[in-house]
């Protein structure tokens, strides 16, 4: 068979495998749209899914209400904040600038924030490995709802005490990448909100994307629900300024969908890519307040998914079953039962108050409020004597004795994650 002849028959083969294929993808996002629909209709779920095959999108849909006093529903082109997401983009920042010399990884941070409590020991690249010592959150609850510029939030970092020697452990900081985007503002002589645009943005094609910027109002952004046992409630108000940086950018899902793609063909420049996809799948996620964001690509761009969430619920499950349906397996779990809320059967709910830590890190004060149990701004529910439930990441959490009936550590486990967490 001449060369003509097997280029003939290689095409006529392709021709035939189309139909296939598109049949295939068809029959995908069809099952994604029935595991998904339910649990946007128990008011479990309020966000955009995006799924994509071969670099192509296949499905993407939204779920639930953006705005539930107005019952307006979510659409494709809403806003829905990406959490630490962000901090993604905000590497891609540092690398450019690197790459530009107008900053070094080797860089202390005193050259830039000359004032700054050990400064002379804290580098760039610690600030962007989480190997700062600075704590995770520097602020309660209440001082998050304030709007900040980035020289202000500053000094609410400056003030908190370092969790350790930097450079000898690592804890994960949204501060100290606050602190980050704040030299990369110094060393740029620019804004935060100029730099993601021009190193970010703009180069991905990300149109619908948005820093947010103190008070100002962001069109087509989704307002944040919990779910209760009552139905979808208003979460806590924060003014995300506090978050520059580290969780303060609100997009779109095909937004969310671009960046990964620019990552992966390289339109941040080879020095981004060969950071960013050294695994088998490139994947980031974020949690803040009432919304969630999760995305994941195969290197090779065999499938790809975006999830954005204003109102979570079972956000981790549906991560999965979106996972598993792209890759072509059974769906694991289609259902969840949330467990029976009931009148408080616990004789005394002070004796749950305090203070614990997981073996990371991370910590967490357990506070009573309004008579109910609260893991900073988690509502406990709860279900059993020493046991509730919360509707932030759909947990149980139980509370564990030691020998003298003492409360000693919290048990929290949810769809994808147990976690221990041991009191202080």
Same mark, same amino acid.
């Given at each position: 068979m001449n060369r003509w002849k097997l280029i003939a028959l290689s095409v006529c083969l392709g021709l035939l495998l189309i139909p296939q294929l598109a049949q295939a993808q068809a029959n995908k996002a069809k099952q994604l749209d029935n595991f998904i629909t339910p649990f946007a209709n128990a008011n479990e779920f309020a966000g955009v899914v995006l799924a994509a095959e071969n670099g192509k999108i296949i499905y993407e849909k939204p779920f639930g209400l953006a705005n539930a006093d107005f019952k307006i529903p979510n659409q494709l082109n809403t806003r829905i904040g990406i959490a630490s997401i962000t901090?993604?983009?905000?590497?891609?920042?540092?690398?450019?600038?690197?790459?530009?010399r107008k900053i070094s990884l080797a @860089?202390?941070?005193?050259? #830039?924030?000359? +004032?700054?409590?050990? =400064? +002379?020991?804290?580098?760039?690249?610690m600030l962007a490995r989480h190997r700062s010592g600075i704590p995770h959150r520097v602020m309660p609850p209440e001082l998050e709802s304030v709007a900040y510029t980035s020289a202000e939030f500053i000094e609410k970092v400056k003030a908190a005490k370092l969790l350790f020697e930097p450079g000898t452990k690592s804890l994960y900081s949204s501060a100290g990448y606050s602190v980050l985007a704040r030299t990369l503002e110094i060393a740029a002589g620019k804004p935060y909100s100029q730099l993601l645009q021009q190193y970010v943005f703009v180069p991905a094609g990300m149109t619908d994307s948005?820093?947010?910027? =103190? @008070?100002?109002?962001?069109?087509?952004?989704?307002? +944040? #629900? #919990?779910?209760?046992?009552?139905?979808?409630?208003n979460v806590p108000v924060k003014n995300y300024s506090f978050l520059v940086g580290a969780g303060s950018v609100f997009g779109t899902a095909r937004d969310l969908y671009r960046f990964a793609e620019a990552i992966m063909k390289g339109a941040y420049g080879e020095g981004v890519k060969t950071s960013?996809?050294?695994?088998?799948?490139?994947?980031?996620?974020?949690?803040?307040?009432?919304?969630r964001s999760y995305f994941e690509f195969e290197?090779?761009?065999?499938?790809?998914?975006?999830?954005?969430?204003?109102?979570? =619920?079972v956000f981790d499950l549906i991560s999965e079953g979106v996972r598993e349906v792209l890759q072509g397996k059974p769906i694991?779990?289609?259902?969840?039962?949330i467990p029976s809320i009931i009148p408080n059967p616990n004789k005394d709910l002070t004796e749950f108050v305090g203070h614990y830590k997981q073996s990371n890190g991370s910590e967490t004060d357990v506070v009573l409020?309004? =008579?109910s149990l609260y893991s900073a701004d988690i509502r406990l529910y709860p279900t059993k004597p020493d046991c509730f439930f919360e509707y932030r990441f759909f947990g149980n959490v139980c509370f564990m004795r030691d020998g003298s009936a003492k409360i000693s550590e919290i048990k929290w486990k949810?769809?994808?994650? @147990?976690l221990t967490w041991v009191r202080q």
């Open positions: 901090k993604y983009m905000t590497q891609v920042v540092l690398t450019r600038l690197v790459e530009e @860089d202390k941070l005193s050259k #830039y924030i000359p +004032d700054f409590p050990s =400064g +002379d020991k804290i580098t760039i690249e948005v820093n947010f910027e =103190g @008070d100002e109002v962001i069109e087509r952004r989704a307002q +944040d #629900y #919990y779910l209760s046992p009552t139905g979808l409630i960013f996809t050294g695994q088998p799948v490139l994947s980031g996620s974020g949690s803040t307040n009432g919304h290197k090779n761009n065999k499938y790809g998914f975006v999830i954005l969430a204003n109102s979570a =619920g694991t779990v289609k259902s969840f039962t409020r309004n =008579g949810g769809i994808n994650f @147990d």
